[in-house]
């Protein structure tokens, strides 16, 4: 049999927008189509392709198709583009999973370059990096930026650099928080700084610094990377933030690095399928050139 890429079109929308009546929206169909031509896809391949729930979730399954379904729109824009210039004018679509640390400090400037010679958008999804290769097992995007080493099943896997974090707080926080000095019990109980609850950072780094097993900490949680910074200035709490937004405020002295000469690298790996197409391959060479302000090793200083 062959695959009928109407059916699953549906498929990847429904994933793509979260429900199937935004896929129906999309694709200028009633939910009741949508919902039948998954329907049909799932009875010719005999295979349950989607868990119907709250947003709705591909199977394994389902995973592969969405995958496939992406590979083959990028390579047939491609390949128009090559034959038929002029008919297949208009920009192109790339998803692409990345943290919000990295969006926040090198990730648009290694990707401007790019999307300035070429008609080409960008969907960043942004989820914590160690978690972003999930968005790449369950095809919702091309290529992601992970904190995961070895590669998945299909694609490879290119090494970024490390993003350097220290521990800062403001000098008004210090005297509050540390007037005694920084120990493991004065930074257990002044309010800390996390992104969110799969934020695992500032436990690792409290446990390499300190004899410490899974601390219980005090912490504000905040998803977002300019509160990270905003945060400490503010004098809310203290956090981990990237070096590279970093070098301004320790100079003028707004913000003190509570434990000088420690601090922790987290390694970035850029995952893209092992089949990529043309322009997919240009973005992660632009990524490899653009991540220059990464540290070249990861590893804890002490």
Partial sequence: MN??????????????????????????????????????????????????????????VGQQLLRHAEQVRLMEGELLADIRPAVASGYERITIGANADS?????LAALAPLLASEQLLIELVLEDQDYT???LRDGTVAGCISTLQRPMQGCEVMYLGAMRYRCVA????????????????????????????????????????????????????LPSSQAFLDAPLAGIGYALVPELQ????????????????????????????????????RLGAALWQGCRPLRPESHLND
Avoid: M
């Fill in 133 to 135: 290769h999930e968005l």
């Fill in 170 to 221: 403001a000098p008004a926080f210090v005297e509050r928080h540390f007037a005694a000095g920084v120990s493991a019990d004065s930074l257990l109980a002044a309010p800390a700084v996390i992104y969110n609850r799969k934020d695992d950072l500032h436990r690792v780094f409290l446990e390499t610094c300190f004899p410490l097993q899974d601390p219980d900490y005090a912490h504000h949680t």
């Fill in 103 to 107: 969006l926040a400090t090198w990730l």
């Fill in 3 to 60: 695959l009928d890429y109407k059916l699953l079109d549906a498929l990847a929308a429904v994933i793509r927008e979260g429900s199937f009546d935004k896929a129906a929206r999309q694709l200028n169909l009633t939910q009741s189509a949508v919902s039948q031509r998954v329907k049909l896809l799932e009875q010719q391949l005999g295979q349950i392709l989607l868990v119907r729930s709250n947003p709705p979730t591909p199977t394994a």
């Fill in 246 to 281: 970093l070098t301004d405020h320790l100079d003028r002295g707004t913000l003190i690095d509570l434990l000088p000469g420690r601090y922790i690298d987290v390694a970035l790996y850029w995952h893209y399928w092992s089949r990529q197409p043309a322009r997919l391959k």
